[in-house]
């Protein structure tokens, strides 16, 4: 159950991810930038061959083969749970499906559709995938810091 639950929510994040980049590539890329919220951020078409923050800038297949492995991993261990903490199940949960969005795009393209640009801030361009990786993987380190001091606490009580 817990297999297909999460292959489930995979897909419904993936399919987030390639409709909202539909919308991007048929309304922004035609029609140009245009600010939302207040003017805090802006729709704006990028074609992105890189990584985060354009890293790795026309590497595709690279980046390609090395998402494709890091998202084989996640796979394995998330439906062979080899991981116990429903926490960590869901940051690999959003990891995976912005993954798998990402990866489409430079399989299709060659690659990646951004569209979200920040204004408040200096910062890249960014698609829905984006966010999910960068969500999961931010959770994901919390988490383990949290693990580490709880850790260092309980062996720090049980010296004293």
Known sequence: MFQAVSLAV?????VIDRLTKYAAVHTVKVNGPKEFLFGLFRFRYVENTGAAFSAFSDSTTFLTVVTVIVLAVCLFILLGRKVKPMFVNVCLLLVVAGGIGNVIDRVLYGYVVDFIEPLFIDFAVFN?????????????????????????KKKSENND
């Open 10 to 14: 995979i897909a419904v994040l993936t």
């Open 128 to 152: 829905f995938a984006d966010c999910c990786i960068t969500v999961g993987a931010f959770m994901l380190i919390a988490y383990e810091i949290y693990e580490l001091f709880k850790e260092r």
